[in-house]
């Protein structure tokens, strides 16, 4: 079985919500097996992403970043870059924030940048950017226009069960089925 961990932080919920759908994106690949991890879950658990696959990092973005709690994660990931447990492995990332830019690309490229100095190999949307065209709408695929990863807005004044809107949940579903089929390719386990 290939497996495909998700690594994420979620301040109000709403990350989490665009973690849960990238993991039904990677359960909809035949023979991938998924987990999905708070960064307080992920800390406690250093063999399970060591034996996975692929890695997938979420966090919201606060402040034009990943927040402080994912960056923790980060810093403590120090021993696994050392003995290079993730050289390899899959990555991509997604986020999270209130504004529609909300300077979300910079967390993207901050989870990028860790992933590569792991020695992972990045994989992108792959989505041509929605909603920027006159017959377009927030209803579409990838309308936040990321290439790096799955971008989600989420009202600030609405919880989990309002925000992020379908079309982001099912840009993070698109999201996880290409890392799964990616992953799928390049695993030792397939």
């Known amino acids: 079985m290939t497996q495909v ?4 932080h979620s301040g109000y919920g709403h990350t989490a919500e665009q973690a849960k759908a990238v ?6 690949v ?34 034009g970043s990943a927040s402080a709690q994912f960056k923790a994660f980060m810093d403590a990931s120090s021993k696994a870059w050392f003995t290079r447990d993730w050289q390899d492995k899959i990555a991509a990332g997604f986020t999270t924030s209130a504004s529609q830019s909300g300077d979300k690309l910079n967390t993207l490229a901050q989870l990028s940048v ?44 609405q919880g989990p069960d309002l925000a992020p809107i379908q079309s982001d949940l099912l840009t ?17 386990s397939a």
């Open 5 to 8: 961990s998700i690594v994420y």
């Open 23 to 28: 993991a039904r994106g990677a359960q909809k």
């Open 30 to 63: 035949a023979g991938v097996t998924v987990n999905l991890l708070t960064v307080d879950e992920a800390q406690q658990q250093w063999d399970l992403l060591k034996a996975s696959d692929a890695i997938i990092f979420g966090s919201p973005t606060y402040m």
């Open 114 to 157: 860790f992933a590569a100095q792991h020695g992972m190999i990045w994989v992108s949307l792959g989505l041509l950017p929605g909603n920027n065209h006159s017959n377009g709408s927030v209803n579409d695929l990838n309308r936040l226009g990321s290439f790096l990863g799955a971008m989600a807005q989420a009202n600030s004044d």
């Open 172 to 188: 993070a579903e698109h999201l996880g089925e290409r890392v799964a089929t990616t992953t799928k390719r390049f695993s030792k």
